[in-house]
C-alpha cells in the first residue's frame, strides 16, 4: 500500500506526527520491520522489566504495549469503516481511560506480546484485502476526513512513535 497523499488526511499536529514516512516506503515491509524490532524488545524483558515505567505516572513496558495494541485495534477498526462507506463520524478514545479499564498490568508479558502479534496479524490481513477503491475510501475520524489509507500507515506511525519512546526512555534504565 503505498503512502497517502496530502488530501487523504488533515494538516492536523495529531495525524501528522504519524505520518513521518518516505513516500516509496512499503506499508508491509515497515509493519514486518516493526514486528521483528517489538518482538526482540518484548521477548528479552523479565515480567520485573516489563512492569518498569521511567517515571511516577508513566505507563509500564507492559502497558505501553497493551497501549499500542489498543490504538491499533482502534485505527483498524476506523479502516474498516471508512473503507466500508461508514457515513458516521468515527469517535476518538481517551487512551487514559482504555488503560485504566484494559488490566494489562494484570496480564503476562507473554500475554500482551501474544494479543500484540495477533492484532498485528489481522491488521495486516485486512489491508491486504483492501482494493484500491476501499483504501482510498475517506471518512470522518475523531472529527476529521481521513481515508483507511492514511488510517493504516497511522498504525506504522504511532508504533513508530512509541518505539522511539521506548528506545529514549526505557531501555537505557536496562544498560
Do not use: C
Not at 481511560?97 to 498485528?120: H, I, K
Request: no cysteine; charged share 20%; net charge negative.
Amino acid at each position: 500500500m503505498h503512502f497517502p497523499d496530502a488530501y487523504e488526511y488533515p494538516n492536523a499536529p495529531y495525524f501528522a506526527e504519524y505520518l513521518q514516512f518516505d513516500a516509496d516506503a512499503n506499508l508491509l515491509e515497515v509493519f514486518d520491520l516493526q514486528t521483528k524490532q517489538i518482538l526482540h524488545i518484548y521477548s528479552a524483558l523479565s515480567e520485573q522489566d516489563a512492569n518498569y515505567a521511567y517515571a511516577d505516572g508513566k505507563w509500564s513496558l507492559k502497558q505501553l504495549l497493551g497501549h499500542m495494541v489498543d490504538s491499533e485495534r482502534v485505527f483498524a477498526y476506523r479502516a474498516l469503516a471508512i473503507s466500508r462507506g461508514e457515513a458516521q463520524s468515527l469517535p476518538g478514545f481517551d487512551e487514559n481511560e482504555y488503560m485504566d479499564q484494559a488490566g494489562y498490568e494484570n496480564q503476562s508479558v507473554a500475554e500482551v506480546l501474544a494479543q500484540y502479534q495477533t492484532t498485528r496479524a489481522a491488521t495486516i490481513a485486512l489491508i491486504q484485502s483492501f482494493t484500491l477503491t476501499q483504501g482510498n475510501a475517506i471518512g470522518l475520524a475523531n472529527g476529521h476526513k481521513i481515508s483507511a489509507r492514511a488510517l493504516s500507515w497511522m498504525i506504522a506511525g504511532h508504533e513508530k512513535h512509541h518505539y522511539n519512546v521506548i528506545q529514549a526512555r526505557y531501555l537505557p534504565h536496562f544498560s
